[in-house]
């Protein structure tokens, strides 16, 4: 079978765990656990990995059309196949809690994928081919027919049970495959629960009662949030995704719903991304308080806080478990050939024992933009967050770090680090009168000085016209673009005008993706967003516009964005989806909202 393109998948969610379902109606991915946990169906890294594929027979020959989109507000995904025996619908989901509305969504969410296929015209023969594989493709299980006319699979720690409102299931070895036809009128549901062999059992729902609730679990929620901007019928869907990878039961955001999806086609950047990155903290929470909730934004804010604990000496960490792990020390799994054969496939994240100055920036940033929700007196731990990181940053950020790239070569005086250390000190200077008697804003605000004035004279090369990645570099760097968006230094200041001129020239293809430095084989969405960002400060607002709407074109067919666009085919390459990129189309379009905004 040949390998679908990243764009060919779909994202279901239930805020607990997220699935990618293929245009032939293939769930290639899902850890039913939670995001980060372990696969039961992980063939969009290995064929034989596992899958659950509901189709016609013979998608993809001739006649057949595929049509797909997601019910308005949801992550409930409806795929129309039109073949020349008739057309039939299937309509994909991870089940809500029965009855959740709101910000219960996800809370308590049963882990039931809910299937339903229902015929629209004639009369056509569908295929179901069910291949778990716990384990990320480690287990074959165990199947046994039960007497409602269920399987039962077991395998490790793994319970499954796939069921159906239509005929009994017959079980193979180590798959069901079963065809049935579909007249028009006539609807077919299947639930796959998922159990824990020593816990909570599987619950069994029924299929379209369980649908219907999810959407109305959904609807409900997106109710509840309002977007004011410009560009709704893109910022929205967007929004959606960012609650869709959203862990609910911590308030968690995944920075994407998979691994090792390859950032180059035979490349080895590939990397685990169902993590949270406190390096993405201001710029999510921007985006939630634009466009999704401010509820949100606070239990994210808390998630953080938890996770931290008490500051010491060692640098906080950039990236979290979803329940606010720290060691998430890396290995690959070598039974996994990779996506299109792109290895390896590593599980876990070694960034998080990285040395990153960029952290306490992001977090401090998110504390001055709660401040007001935050009250005058900041609590005790709260307190004692500010002040950790405020000294954390005043110790250290002289030394060398990995950078906001996450590079696992040498350390280096990274531009973008240095940069937000002067916004932490510069935020913590402002918010000094809610922290107590061991604030000090006059050393705080004299290191703040210090490092501007380093990175004003470090940071820029004369012989390349621009601020580079790292001091003394003649390296270019994409990151260089959110200096004006974290107030560093104007836009439209000469120096800064000028490396945007000159990234736009060595950085940018013709249709305006930015690549993050020169040797970058893609081009990476965020930082084309942060262009955006950027002409809409210099006053350039009609070419803004049009590069965000090149840009939103990026996304696949309903809506989605990976990380990364090859620049030759304009193919989505890395994890998918991907927060940052939403994240980027949200702030931009707020940007070209409110040109003063944040």
Same mark, same amino acid.
């Given at each position: 079978?040949?390998?679908?393109?990243?764009?060919?998948?779909?994202?279901?969610?239930?805020?607990?765990?997220?699935?990618?379902?293929?245009?032939?109606?293939?769930?290639?991915?899902?850890?039913?656990?939670?995001? +980060?946990?372990?696969?039961?169906?992980?063939? =969009?890294? $290995?064929? *034989?990995?596992?899958? &659950?594929? %509901? /189709?016609?027979?013979? !998608?993809?020959?001739?006649?057949?059309?595929?049509?797909?989109?997601?019910?308005?507000?949801?992550?409930?995904?409806?795929?129309?196949?039109?073949?020349?025996?008739?057309?039939?619908?299937?309509?994909?989901?991870?089940?809500?809690?029965?009855?959740?509305?709101?910000?219960?969504?996800?809370?308590?969410?049963?882990?039931?994928?809910?299937?339903?296929?229902?015929?629209?015209?004639?009369?056509?023969?569908?295929?179901?081919?069910?291949?778990?594989?716990?384990?990320?493709?480690?287990?074959?299980?165990?199947?046994?027919?039960?007497?409602?006319?269920?399987?039962?699979?077991?395998?490790?720690?793994?319970?499954?049970?796939?069921?159906?409102?239509?005929?009994?299931?017959?079980?193979?070895? +180590?798959?069901?495959?079963?065809?049935?036809? =579909?007249? $028009?009128? *006539?609807?077919?549901? &299947?639930? %796959? /629960?998922?159990?824990? !062999?020593?816990?909570?059992?599987?619950?069994?729902?029924?299929?379209?009662?369980?649908?219907?609730?999810?959407?109305?679990?959904?609807?409900?929620?997106?109710?509840?949030?309002?977007?004011?901007?410009?560009?709704?019928?893109?910022?929205?869907?967007?929004?959606?995704?960012?609650?869709?990878?959203?862990?609910?039961?911590?308030?968690?955001?995944?920075?994407?719903?998979?691994?090792?999806?390859?950032?180059?086609?035979?490349?080895?950047?590939?990397?685990?991304?169902?993590?949270?990155?406190?390096?993405?903290?201001?710029?999510?929470?921007?985006?939630?308080?634009?466009?999704?909730?401010?509820?949100?934004?606070?239990?994210?804010?808390?998630?953080?806080?938890?996770?931290?604990?008490?500051?010491?000496?060692?640098?906080?960490?950039?990236?979290?478990?979803?329940?606010?792990?720290?060691?998430?020390?890396?290995?690959?799994?070598?039974?996994?050939?990779?996506?299109?054969?792109?290895?390896?496939?590593?599980?876990?994240?070694?960034?998080?024992?990285?040395?990153?100055?960029?952290?306490?920036?992001?977090?401090?940033?998110?504390?001055?933009?709660?401040?007001?929700?935050?009250?005058?007196?900041?609590?005790?731990?709260?307190?004692?967050?500010?002040?950790?990181?405020?000294?954390?940053?005043?110790?250290?950020?002289?030394?060398?770090?990995?950078?906001?790239?996450?590079?696992?070569?040498?350390?280096?005086?990274?531009?973008?680090?240095?940069?937000?250390?002067?916004?932490?000190?510069?935020?913590?200077?402002?918010?000094?009168?809610?922290?107590?008697?061991?604030?000090?804003?006059?050393?705080?605000?004299?290191?703040?000085?210090?490092?501007?004035?380093?990175?004003?004279?470090?940071?820029?090369?004369?012989?390349?016209?621009?601020?580079?990645?790292?001091?003394?570099?003649?390296?270019?760097?994409?990151?260089?673009?959110?200096?004006?968006?974290?107030?560093?230094?104007?836009?439209?200041?000469?120096?800064?005008?000028?490396?945007?001129?000159?990234?736009?020239?060595?950085?940018?293809?013709?249709?305006?993706?930015?690549?993050?430095?020169?040797?970058?084989?893609?081009?990476?969405?965020?930082?084309?967003?942060?262009?955006?960002?950027?002409?809409?400060?210099?006053?350039?607002?009609?070419?803004?516009?049009?590069?965000?709407?090149?840009?939103?074109?990026?996304?696949?067919?309903?809506?989605?964005?990976?990380?990364?666009?090859?620049?030759?085919?304009?193919?989505?390459?890395?994890?998918?989806?991907?927060?940052?990129?939403?994240?980027?189309?949200?702030?931009?379009?707020?940007?070209?909202?409110?040109?003063?905004?944040?």
């Amino acid at each position: 079978m040949e390998q679908p393109a990243i764009s060919d998948y779909g994202f279901l969610s239930d805020c607990r765990s997220g699935a990618l379902v293929s245009r032939d109606g293939s769930i290639d991915w899902w850890c039913p656990d939670r995001f +980060d946990g372990s696969a039961i169906f992980a063939r =969009v890294l $290995g064929p *034989q990995a596992g899958h &659950f594929r %509901l /189709a016609p027979v013979g !998608a993809g020959g001739p006649g057949h059309r595929v049509e797909r989109s997601y019910h308005p507000d949801t992550l409930v995904l409806r795929t129309v196949h039109h073949t020349p025996d008739g057309s039939v619908a299937v309509t994909d989901a991870l089940a809500a809690e029965i009855g959740a509305r709101a910000h219960q969504l996800g809370m308590d969410s049963p882990a039931v994928l809910i299937r339903v296929v229902e015929g629209l015209s004639g009369r056509v023969r569908m295929a179901l081919d069910y291949v778990p594989r716990p384990a990320h493709g480690l287990l074959t299980p165990y199947l046994h027919e039960q007497p409602d006319g269920s399987v039962l699979a077991t395998a490790g720690a793994v319970v499954l049970v796939l069921g159906t409102n239509g005929p009994p299931l017959e079980a193979g070895r +180590d798959r069901v495959y079963q065809e049935f036809e =579909v007249s $028009g009128g *006539q609807v077919v549901g &299947f639930d %796959l /629960a998922y159990g824990e !062999a020593y816990g909570k059992p599987p619950v069994r729902l029924d299929p379209l009662t369980t649908l219907a609730e999810t959407i109305q679990a959904w609807e409900a929620y997106r109710e509840t949030h309002q977007y004011p901007g410009r560009y709704p019928e893109l910022v929205r869907p967007s929004a959606t995704v960012l609650t869709g990878l959203t862990y609910a039961r911590s308030g968690a955001i995944a920075a994407a719903a998979t691994t090792s999806l390859p950032e180059q086609l035979g490349g080895e950047r590939n990397y685990d991304y169902r993590y949270s990155w406190l390096r993405d903290f201001s710029m999510t929470l921007r985006a939630l308080w634009v466009a999704a909730c401010p509820h949100e934004a606070s239990r994210l804010f808390a998630w953080v806080t938890r996770s931290i604990g008490r500051i010491g000496d060692k640098p906080v960490p950039v990236v979290f478990g979803l329940e606010g792990e720290r060691d998430l020390t890396e290995h690959d799994c070598p039974h996994l050939v990779g996506y299109a054969g792109t290895g390896p496939v590593r599980i876990g994240n070694d960034a998080w024992c990285q040395r990153q100055l960029d952290v306490p920036g992001e977090i401090m940033t998110s504390v001055w933009r709660l401040r007001d929700y935050l009250g005058n007196s900041f609590d005790g731990e709260l307190r004692e967050m500010v002040l950790g990181l405020t000294e954390q940053v005043a110790s250290t950020w002289h030394l060398p770090d990995r950078g906001m790239w996450e590079t696992r070569d040498e350390e280096r005086h990274y531009l973008s680090s240095k940069v937000n250390c002067w916004v932490a000190l510069d935020r913590a200077v402002k918010l000094a009168d809610r922290l107590g008697d061991r604030a000090d804003p006059r050393r705080w605000a004299a290191i703040r000085d210090e490092i501007r004035e380093t990175v004003l004279r470090d940071g820029w090369n004369d012989r390349i016209g621009a601020f580079t990645g790292a001091f003394g570099s003649t390296e270019l760097d994409a990151s260089a673009l959110f200096l004006p968006v974290v107030h560093f230094l104007p836009a439209g200041e000469p120096r800064m005008r000028a490396t945007i001129a000159v990234i736009e020239r060595d950085l940018s293809t013709e249709d305006g993706l930015i690549r993050r430095w020169n040797t970058d084989p893609a081009g990476f969405l965020l930082c084309s967003f942060w262009l955006v960002e950027c002409l809409v400060m210099t006053g350039e607002q009609q070419r803004a516009e049009e590069l965000f709407e090149r840009m939103a074109g990026y996304a696949n067919d309903v809506g989605l964005f990976s990380e990364q666009i090859d620049l030759t085919t304009g193919a989505q390459l890395g994890n998918t989806p991907q927060a940052l990129s939403h994240i980027g189309l949200i702030n931009a379009a707020w940007r070209l909202t409110d040109p003063s905004a944040f």
